[in-house]
T-cell receptor, first 112, second 113 residues
Framework: SQTIHQWPATLVQPVGSPLSLECTVE??????LYWYRQAAGRGLQLLFY??????ISSEVPQNLSASRPQDRQFILSSKKLLLSDSGFYLC???????????FGPGTRLTVT | KNQVEQSPQSLIILEGKNCTLQ??????????LRWYKQDTGRGPVSLTI?????NTKSNGRYTATLDADTKQSSLHITASQLSDSASYIC????????????FGRGTSLIVHP
């Protein structure tokens, strides 16, 4: 069976500090991978997606970046966090090209 | 521009009652439409997925309908339970290589005892 992991589950970071969120997928190969952010009371905003190792597409210009060093690993990073980076970050993958996405448990990031 | 609009924004109902959530979209070319349930602080979980040729799909007490001509979908919840309290998100995906979905903002449903 396929599973998706994210860590950490919660994170409190000061403004200007770096960020690294990790997402890994098990039980599937060559998935499409996605990073979303959900601000409080808002919908899901697609940040990055990847169709393969080293292939990253950015949907929203910002101070975040993403990398895919391995087939089933997706990392979201920032060199200097802003207050506006606070939110709920979700990683997701497509098991096949049908478009149905499976979401991880999320990381709650609070920038203070 | 691809858009997905959901209504109502929030809804409060009593346990045991039925309710219907609406989704209108302008996504083109259409591939599929999905309804997700998102509990507070959790990732969304898929309830139904519908392609162009499907009009109705059920998953237990959840029934989704799709009218591809008017580009509307609804999610009907029967005999609501307290555990149905969540955000319900409509997601439409275009056909094509990248399969980038367009998300609605969701309907927040609260079921009261």
């Amino acid at each position: 069976s396929q599973t998706i992991h994210q860590w950490p589950a919660t994170l409190v970071q000061p403004v200007g500090s770096p960020l690294s969120l990790e997402c890994t997928v098990e039980g599937t190969s060559n998935p499409n991978l996605y990073w979303y952010r959900q601000a409080a009371g808002r919908g899901l905003q697609l940040l990055f997606y990847s169709v393969g190792i080293g292939q990253i597409s950015s949907e929203v210009p910002q101070n975040l970046s993403a990398s895919r060093p391995q087939d089933r690993q997706f990392i979201l990073s920032s060199k200097k966090l802003l207050l506006s980076d606070s939110g709920f970050y979700l990683c997701a993958y497509n098991r096949d090209k049908s478009g149905e996405q499976y979401f991880g448990p999320g990381t709650r990031l609070t920038v203070t | 521009k691809n858009q997905v609009e959901q209504s109502p924004q929030s809804l409060i109902i009593l346990e045991g009652k039925n309710c219907t959530l609406q989704c209108n979209y302008t996504v083109s070319p259409f591939s599929n439409l999905r309804w997700y349930k998102q509990d507070t602080g959790r990732g969304p979980v898929s309830l139904t997925i519908m392609t162009f040729s499907e009009n109705t799909k059920s998953n237990g007490r959840y029934t989704a309908t799709l009218d591809a001509d008017t580009k509307q979908s609804s999610l009907h919840i029967t005999a609501s339970q307290l555990s149905d309290s969540a955000s319900y998100i409509c997601v439409v995906t275009t056909s094509g290589g990248s399969y980038i979905p367009t998300f609605g903002r969701g309907t927040s449903l609260i079921v009261h005892p």
